[in-house]
């Protein structure tokens, strides 16, 4: 069973900047991608970023790019999510994801797996 465990979530005051982590473990088919998707409350979850594992292509959603670095590290299988300048509008669940193909990389049904998030709260 795959398992992603997301880290580095907290409370941050608007302009400041957090880092999210996730680890991927107990899995062995091959990785087209991991992203980082978000839910705000009362909203449905929107994709945010994800990397293409084999050659490091990174795509961004309108509303994070510039400010939202994703990176990997293939020793430990993880990824990562440097946030900066950060608003309180991007308040929200964040969620790591796996994907074993290509496809519409903001579509959230193509993720397979899924970790169990973790928050951040920017005020203003």
């Known amino acids: 069973q795959v398992q992603l465990v997301e880290s580095g979530g907290g409370f941050v005051e608007a302009g400041g900047s957090l880092r999210l982590s996730c680890a991927a473990s107990?899995?062995?088919?091959?990785?087209?991608?991991m992203g980082w998707f978000r839910q705000a409350p009362g909203k449905e979850r929107e994709w945010v970023a994800t990397?293409?594992?084999?050659?490091?292509?990174?795509y961004y959603a309108d509303s994070v790019k510039g400010r939202f670095t994703i990176s990997k590290d293939n020793a430990k299988n993880a990824v990562y999510l440097q946030m900066n300048s950060l608003k309180p509008e991007d308040t929200a669940v964040y969620y790591c994801?796996?994907?074993?193909?290509?496809?519409?990389?903001?579509?959230?049904?193509?993720?397979?797996?899924w970790g169990k998030g973790t928050l951040v709260t920017v005020s203003s």
């Open positions: 990397m293409i594992w084999s050659d490091g292509s990174t």
């Open positions: 107990d899995y062995t088919f091959s990785t087209y991608g």
């Open positions: 994801a796996v994907r074993r193909y290509s496809g519409g990389l903001w579509r959230r049904d193509e993720y397979e797996y």
